[in-house]
């Protein structure tokens, strides 16, 4: 079965420093997704990227934050200067469109990021 | 707006008791709702959605979950639970036209042999 891979599956980086989490996407898929989840928290929509651009972004997705899909079959979140409250676990999804009804997305494993 | 709440953040049943999740909702627009499970070190994989067709859904691995407009709720239920059911469930909603889900907190399910 076709699914979403990220790497890596665990960073621990320096607070101020910068991070890049890895995702490819399912192949036939054209709306890529990042999604984190604060230990303890809920899992939270950060951004939605469709036709190398973003679709939808919430308040989390701040200027420290971008998107990239560098190629044919990577998506790339981008966090500049990490800061403590950036822990969490970052989720990729894709979608294969959203259509008329509800939109399935398909989750990666994850990557938990650490800042110290 | 939307937002999603999952009662009790934690649930533990007897393997081949029933097992019931409970998911309320509230959206300003007809919602589409969604189980997700996580287990351990994995994805979270969709179980089942409700799309506006038959209020009664049924997912994979025996759950279903049936929509009740009236009381804002989308409860996931199996009859009988397995050990394999054990790990955390999400409910999510969003909204037509929206890219976006909105998810509970989640409910990690326990299951004592």
């Known amino acids: 079965e076709p699914e979403v891979t990220q790497t890596p599956s665990h960073q621990v980086t320096q607070m101020g420093q910068e991070v890049i989490l890895r995702c490819v996407p399912i192949s036939n898929h054209l709306y890529f997704y990042w999604y984190r989840q604060i230990l303890g928290q809920k899992v939270e929509f950060l951004v939605s990227?469709?036709?190398?651009?973003?679709?939808?972004k919430s308040e989390i997705f701040d200027d420290q934050f971008s998107v990239e899909r560098p190629d044919g079959s990577n998506f790339t979140l981008k966090i500049r200067s990490t800061k403590l409250e950036d822990s969490a676990m970052y989720f990729c999804a894709s979608s294969e469109a959203r259509g008329v009804g509800a939109n399935v997305l398909t989750f990666g494993a994850g990557s938990r990021l650490t800042v110290l | 707006a939307q937002s999603v709440t999952q009662l009790g953040s934690h649930v533990s049943v007897s393997e081949g008791a029933l097992v019931l999740l409970r998911c309320n909702y509230s959206?300003?627009?007809?919602?589409?709702l969604f189980w997700y499970v996580q287990y351990p070190n994995q994805g979270l994989q969709l179980l089942l959605k409700?799309?506006?067709?038959?209020?009664l859904v049924k997912g994979i691995n025996g759950f279903e979950a049936e929509f009740k407009k009236s009381e804002t709720s989308f409860h996931l239920t199996k009859p009988s639970a397995h050990m394999s059911d054990a790990a955390e469930y999400f409910c999510a909603v969003s909204g037509a036209g929206s890219y976006q889900l909105t998810f509970g907190k989640g409910t990690k399910l326990s299951v004592i042999p």
């Open positions: 959206s300003s627009v007809p919602p589409y």
């Open positions: 990227f469709y036709n190398n651009e973003i679709s939808e």
């Open positions: 409700y799309t506006s067709a038959a209020t």
